[in-house]
């Protein structure tokens, strides 16, 4: 069972950044009191939030390789969907995905 985790219908809204502080296909780390999160722009613009720590060595997913709507573990590149958050084949796992949304340049999470 994957702890992959529908956070749509639970949680509230945190503001965390402006979206101009995340580089273009590229992560930044946002810290919690809790957890680290790995907050992405993609190509398109779109935001997708993970659990900062890739489930194979707990590798820092903000500082991996976007590509798509995949990011690329930057330890030992497993690949692992900014959708889904499961580990794409031939490894398996999954990381925590957080809703994400931008509302007047201000990106916020679903925590």
């Given amino acids: 069972?994957?702890?992959?985790?529908?956070?749509?219908?639970?949680?509230?809204?945190?503001?965390?950044?402006?979206?101009?502080?995340?580089p273009p296909l590229g992560g930044r780390t946002v810290r919690t009191c809790?957890?680290?999160?790995?907050?992405?722009r993609l190509s398109d613009?779109?935001?997708?939030?993970?659990?900062?720590?890739?489930?194979?060595?707990?590798?820092?997913?903000?500082?991996?390789?976007?590509?798509?709507?995949?990011?690329?573990?930057p330890m030992h590149a497993w690949k692992i969907s900014l959708e889904s958050g499961e580990v794409l084949p031939p490894d398996s796992g999954c990381v925590k995905t957080y809703s994400a949304k931008v509302e007047d340049g201000q990106v916020l999470l679903r925590l």
């Fill in 1 to 22: 069972m994957s702890n992959h985790m529908n956070s749509e219908t639970s949680g509230k809204w945190h503001p965390v950044c402006q979206v101009e502080e995340i």
């Fill in 34 to 40: 809790q957890m680290e999160i790995a907050v992405f």
């Fill in 45 to 73: 613009g779109r935001i997708r939030a993970v659990h900062n720590s890739c489930p194979h060595k707990q590798g820092p997913l903000a500082d991996g390789i976007v590509s798509g709507d995949t990011i690329i573990c």
